[in-house]
């Protein structure tokens, strides 16, 4: 049963439009959401995160969104940039749980 | 330093080889992890230590074994893997729930 959900596999931008990447959890417990951005044969690398207690968290260009009536996040990336393509992956985490649960990842690419 | 550093980055070994993968952080975190990963797939969460001992075990084949010798240090022994074992090697570490990745070591058995 997949708690996180990342339902686009892959997503295609526009250079300097905006990127909405979107996430689903089923499992009310979590309280603390990543966003990791991965190129091909490096590590995840770490972008923003929220807890529970915010609906909105702004970091340069990335914004990540919580909605949690609905289980539902979603980062934003204005303006998009051809650095920008990688796979990102959304990530949850229950209180002092040790483990991360991922979704599958949505590859971005920002076309110049 | 806020890194996390794995050693080496690329490994081809034979099935019958024994090899190790390490890791190191001098960030205080004292939880520390490997994953694995495959292409554009989620890491998979292999071992969990906390506070320098093991605390979580994915149900991962005894052919991996991971040994955390201090709160610096994450060490992954390797010994009789099969071609399908294969993948990027994460290793990763926190404080709370700020979770840091190494960049990988990939892993080649032939």
């Known amino acids: 049963d997949q708690q996180v959900k990342q339902n686009s596999p892959s997503l295609s931008v526009q250079e300097g439009r905006i990127s909405i990447l979107n996430c689903d959890y089923t499992?009310?417990?979590?309280?603390?959401f990543l966003w990791y951005k991965k190129y091909p044969a490096e590590g995840p690398t770490f972008l923003i995160s929220?807890?529970?207690i915010k609906d909105k968290n702004e970091d340069g260009r990335f914004t990540v969104f919580l909605n949690k009536s609905a289980k539902h996040l979603s980062l934003h990336i204005v303006p998009s940039q051809p650095g920008d393509s990688a796979v990102y992956f959304c990530?949850?985490?229950?209180?002092?749980?040790?483990?991360?649960?991922w979704g599958l990842g949505t590859s971005l690419a920002v076309n110049p | 330093d806020t890194e996390v550093t794995q050693t080496p980055k690329h490994l081809v070994m034979g099935m019958t080889n024994k090899k190790s993968l390490k890791c190191e952080q001098h960030?205080?975190?004292?939880?520390m992890y490997w994953y694995k990963q495959k292409a554009k797939k989620p890491p998979e969460l292999m071992f969990v230590?906390?506070?320098?001992?093991?605390?979580i075990n994915e149900s991962v084949p005894s052919r991996f074994s991971p040994e955390c010798p201090n709160s610096s240090l994450l060490n992954l022994h390797l010994h009789a893997l099969q071609p399908e074992d294969s993948a990027l090697y994460l290793c990763?570490?926190?404080?709370?729930?700020?979770?840091?990745f190494g960049s990988g070591t990939r892993l080649t058995v032939v």
């Open positions: 499992n009310s417990m979590f309280d603390y």
């Open positions: 230590y906390s506070y320098e001992k093991l605390s």
């Open positions: 960030m205080g975190h004292r939880a």
């Open positions: 990763a570490s926190s404080r709370g729930a700020g979770y840091t």
């Open positions: 990530a949850a985490n229950a209180g002092n749980n040790r483990k991360l649960i």
């Open positions: 929220i807890s529970s």
